[in-house]
């Protein structure tokens, strides 16, 4: 049975800095959940607080239906993977995998049968005998996940674990830690700053910002409809700008923008009595229709902007090209065999239904 995860009104202070502000969410058994958010947001300081390393000021955690305040860390049957791997160096990889059975008591035949286990499902079979200086970085990583598997804990926690490893490597092991959790079925939190990690192994993902929860919920809802400013511009690449609603429709508005007049599609009523909003338009949202200089045909499409090209870079499977439009940047990703010369004009097209509407900070 997975276990599900409650944190209600948890708040931590280091002497007068208050390091978590009244967090409350719940996990559901069996998810992959992810803290998300920059240096310093209070991620891992609310997850060494559900490991119990850290005692709230007041608040609760549940496991389950069980309240773990009172629970040390020792108790709780959690396992957490670090940044730093955390292993014995005097200990080989069977030795190391081994290690919590053995402090759990577990009778040998059946540490045996866990282990093999486990090192098959973090492909280390043949490795059994390596020290961890003969291991490299991935692999002495795969041998800390293994470790907090085989324990079959209620929570496995993970503390920025990909942070050494190189972009490659990084993208490798978190696709086998997201296939190992499916397939154990074990309630996961997951802290980390790379906002592409998270959206590509999260059931949920939690951005947070000094202290405090921001959003919270599937990775392509946060990254499509993103409720702030702050997770609009920390989540994926974004054009940001403030809309002053001119006129209104039931299902979509008029904004002047500093990119120039946009009309925004949303949902029927939405930001009755606002007058002005915030608006994000992702740089793959963005059309491109060709020169001006060449008379790209419109269609009697709404929202036709004008760019000058400022300069472009190749991304590898893409492009982006940075305009000045009415005077204001933006950024647009296009296919990496586009090129647009430096200094040209070229038509834009950002549809309506792919402009987002947010509150802005004065008015949420």
Known sequence: MAYSLTVKKI???????????????????????????????GKTTLLRTIAGFLEPEDGEIYFGDRLMNDVPPNKRNTAMCFQ?????????????????????????????????????????????????YELSGGQQQRVALARSIVVRPDILLFDEPLSNLDAKLREKVRVDIRRIQQTLGITTVYVTHDQAEALA???????????????????????DRPDSRFVADFIGSSNLCDGLILSREQDELVCDTCYGRLHVEI???????????????RPE???????????????????????????????????????SVNGSTMRVSVPKQQYYEDGSEICLYAAPKRIHAMMTEGER
């Open 285 to 323: 949202d963005v059309e491109v229709l060709g020169y001006a200089r060449e008379g790209a045909d419109t269609k009697g499409l709404k929202n036709i902007l004008f760019g000058k090209v400022e300069h472009s870079v190749y991304m590898g499977s893409s492009r982006d090209v940075y305009l």
């Open 201 to 223: 192994i999260s059931d949920v993902i939690i951005a947070m910002n000094k202290g405090s929860i921001i959003q919270m919920t599937d990775p392509r809802d946060i990254y």
């Open 267 to 281: 949902e029927k009523g939405q930001f009755e009595g606002i007058k002005k909003l915030s608006l994000c338009i």
């Open 84 to 132: 730093s791997y955390a292993l014995f160096p005097h200990k080989n990889v069977y030795e190391n995998i081994a290690f919590g059975l053995r402090m759990r008591k577990i009778d040998k035949e059946e540490q045996q049968r866990r282990i093999a286990e486990a090192i098959d499902m973090v492909n280390l079979i043949g490795l059994e005998k390596r020290m961890p």
């Open 11 to 41: 708040n931590k202070y280091f002497g007068s800095f208050q390091a978590l502000k009244d967090i409350s969410f719940t996990v559901e058994g069996g998810k992959f959940v992810t803290l998300l958010g920059p240096s310093g947001c």
